[in-house]
Structures are given as structure tokens and as C-alpha cells.
């Protein structure tokens, strides 16, 4: 048996923050990223775009090594994208940042990661009905409050991380005719309760 390979991850920093602080942008990237090589065509279809804006933004993506060509499809002038990266890794340094066009990248995109991620929510609770009683009963919503310091918040992120990445690439759930790719959320910040 092979061991899984490691997702890429892309570090997010200054300049390729930028490349990609665009909500169409983000947009194409998990579109590739989740569904697989597509064309800009295709992409702007499945996003209600113009096919002129979506190949600005793919080429643009692919400047800062988020996408890249996908030379196994297409015939002629057919241009294929696929993701070059499964994963990107933000560093909170990005909102210290002195130069404030980054600092507004960095807000930007963490705004749309977290409208994308309220979105694909909001999906999954119109569209539940459509999925069996079993995943019905697999899907979780929860809230949970804890009084913790900075240090153990930290601590109890790395361990969600953890445990969420041994379920990563299972080879027992390759094959497995009932599997379906899952969306795991995790969200951790303090709140007032004044």
C-alpha cells in the first residue's frame, strides 16, 4: 500500500495574496480545486460570468502559481486549467502588514473565505433533503462555548487540525461506494460578553 501524499499547500504571502484577494479569483480557484479541470468557458458557465473575465482572472491566478495548464485535456486551442494547490496556509502577519494595499488583501480575502464557507453551509441546509437519512444524520452543526486563554485556543485549534487531517486521504474510503467528499469548517475567536 502507497502512503498518501501530502496535500501542496500554498503559503499565502504579500504578492501572491494579492493575485489571489479577489472574489471571482477565489471563486475559480475552488472551483478547480474541487471540481476538477475545467475550462474558462465552462468555469464561467458554472459561475455566471463572462468567459473574457474568467480567462483574465485564470491567467492572473496562474501568474502567482495557484492554477496551471492542464496539457492531458483539450483539443487545439481548448485551454484546460486545473489547481496547482490543494491548500493555502494564511499567516496572520498579513494583517500587520506596514503596506495597507496588503493589509486590505488580507481582509478581503478573509471576508470571502468566510462567505464562501457561510454559502456552501446555506447549500448544504436547502439541498439536505436530497441526501440520504445517513448523511442526514452525519452532518453536524454545532456552537460551543469555552472560556480559554490565547495559548489553549491555539492548542485546541492545532488539535482540530490534527485530528481533521487523520481522516485526510484514507485508503479505507477510496473505493468506498457511500463516500462523498465532506466539508469540515472549523472556527475559533473570541467573543464579548459584556
Known sequence: MTEPHPPKVHDLDARSLRGLAHPLRMQLLDALRFGGPATASQLAEKLGESSGATSYHLRQLAAHGFVEDDP??????????????????????????????????????????????????????????????????????????????????????????????????????????????????TRTFPISTD
Not at 487545439?76 to 491548500?87: H, S
Not at 439541498?127 to 485546541?156: I, K, V, Y
Open 72 to 185: 492531458e485535456r483539450g483539443k487545439g486551442r481548448e485551454r484546460w486549467w486545473k489547481a496547482a494547490v490543494q491548500g493555502l496556509r494564511f499567516d496572520d502577519a498579513l494583517l500587520r502588514d506596514p503596506n495597507p494595499d496588503v493589509r486590505g488583501a488580507a481582509d478581503l480575502y478573509l471576508h470571502e473565505v468566510a462567505t464562501t464557507q457561510t454559502r456552501e453551509l446555506s447549500t448544504w441546509l436547502g439541498t439536505r433533503g436530497e441526501w440520504s437519512e445517513a448523511w442526514n444524520r452525519s452532518a453536524d452543526m454545532s456552537s460551543m462555548t469555552l472560556r480559554l486563554t490565547p495559548e489553549l485556543a491555539d492548542e485546541l485549534a492545532g488539535k482540530l487540525h490534527d485530528l481533521i487531517d487523520s481522516y485526510r486521504d484514507r485508503p479505507d474510503v477510496a473505493d468506498a461506494p457511500d463516500a462523498s467528499t465532506m466539508r469540515v469548517q
